[in-house]
């Protein structure tokens, strides 16, 4: 009678296999949440930039106009600010103040203020010509100090 000679075979136990799923699983959570979070971070700077490059515009009216006022709107600029919206499809605000002035009448805007959600949909970016920041709820007015 011949003996056949059996080897054994080493492999991973179901304990091993379950521990290196668990980490991998943990590691793509961990990559997701990191992106998602950078995500909105980009989106919250261009958001901050595109108000601030609108902010130069309308310093650069308040330079060039007779009375050296503000824009009551955003029409006043000459260029087609009145759809300026974020990737979400959220317009931009933007007022001169105070509310009654004109920026060619009798009463100057002497500050204005452009607001925008930011991506928590809580807290608001703002900006006039004096400070820039972010606050818990979009002001309808300027920020006092």
Same mark, same amino acid.
């Given at each position: 009678?011949?003996?056949?000679?059996?080897?054994?075979?080493?492999? +991973?136990?179901?304990?091993?296999?379950?521990?290196?799923?668990?980490?991998?699983?943990?590691?793509?959570?961990? @990559?997701?949440?990191?992106?998602?979070?950078?995500?909105?971070?980009?989106?919250?700077?261009?958001?901050?930039?595109?108000?601030?490059?609108?902010? @130069?515009?309308?310093?650069? +009216?308040?330079?060039?106009?007779?009375?050296?006022? /503000? %824009?009551?709107?955003?029409?006043?600029?000459?260029?087609?600010?009145?759809? +300026?919206?974020?990737?979400?499809?959220?317009?931009?605000? /933007?007022? @001169?103040? %105070?509310?009654?002035?004109?920026?060619?009448?009798?009463?100057?805007?002497?500050? +204005?203020?452009?607001?925008?959600?930011?991506?928590? @949909?809580?807290?608001?970016?703002?900006?006039?010509?004096?400070?820039?920041?972010?606050?818990?709820?979009? %002001?309808?007015? %300027?920020?006092?100090?």
């Amino acid at each position: 009678m011949k003996l056949i000679n059996v080897k054994s075979h080493r492999s +991973f136990s179901l304990i091993e296999v379950l521990v290196v799923c668990t980490i991998i699983a943990l590691l793509a959570t961990l @990559g997701v949440a990191s992106y998602v979070s950078i995500s909105r971070q980009v989106k919250d700077t261009k958001r901050i930039k595109d108000i601030e490059q609108a902010r @130069g515009m309308v310093e650069l +009216f308040k330079q060039s106009n007779v009375n050296s006022s /503000y %824009p009551t709107n955003l029409s006043e600029l000459g260029t087609d600010l009145t759809a +300026f919206k974020d990737n979400k499809g959220n317009s931009y605000y /933007y007022s @001169g103040f %105070p509310s009654v002035c004109a920026s060619s009448g009798s009463i100057p805007c002497i500050d +204005f203020l452009f607001t925008i959600k930011l991506e928590d @949909g809580a807290s608001c970016y703002y900006s006039t010509s004096i400070k820039s920041g972010t606050l818990s709820d979009c %002001p309808t007015t %300027p920020p006092s100090n």
